[in-house]
């Protein structure tokens, strides 16, 4: 996570499950404590860039209540667009 001073934008600059524990539930868990940690912060939103061609990614930020917003382009050494995220964090309640 990243909170750019004097900014209410907090930023998901690198998450990750290690492989062998993909689609257990741990993404999704991980991004909500960020998400509570943004708002204990005091931020209104989250924001995030993913590759375009990350599809499980992407389809997780859907999932997960994050909205596109905007892109990026030839933002990665690959030549691949930045596809830029954002969700509200008003009412983000940290898990149990
Ligand atoms: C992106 C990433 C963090 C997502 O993490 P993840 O844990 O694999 O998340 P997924 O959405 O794939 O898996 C959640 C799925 O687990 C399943 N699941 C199994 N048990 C579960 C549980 N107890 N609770 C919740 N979901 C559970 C659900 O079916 C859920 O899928 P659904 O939302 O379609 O129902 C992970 O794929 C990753 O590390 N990728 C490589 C690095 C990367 O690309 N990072 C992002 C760069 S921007």
Redesign the pocket.
């Known amino acids: 996570m990243l909170y750019p001073a004097r900014s209410k934008l907090a930023r998901l600059y690198?998450?990750?499950?290690a492989p062998h524990v993909?689609?257990?539930?741990?993404?999704?868990l991980?991004l909500a404590e960020a998400e509570a940690a943004a708002v204990r912060r005091r931020h209104r939103a989250m924001r995030?860039e993913?590759?375009e061609h990350?599809t499980?990614?992407i389809?997780?930020y859907e999932?997960s209540g994050y909205r596109l917003f905007g892109r990026l382009h030839r933002y990665y050494d690959d030549g691949g667009d930045a596809l830029r995220f954002e969700k509200p964090l008003e009412g983000a309640k940290s898990p149990a």
């Not at 993909?22 to 999704?28: C, K, M, N, V």
């Open positions: 690198s998450i990750a499950v993909t689609r257990r539930g741990i993404g999704p991980l995030l993913v590759h990350n499980r990614a389809g997780r999932k």
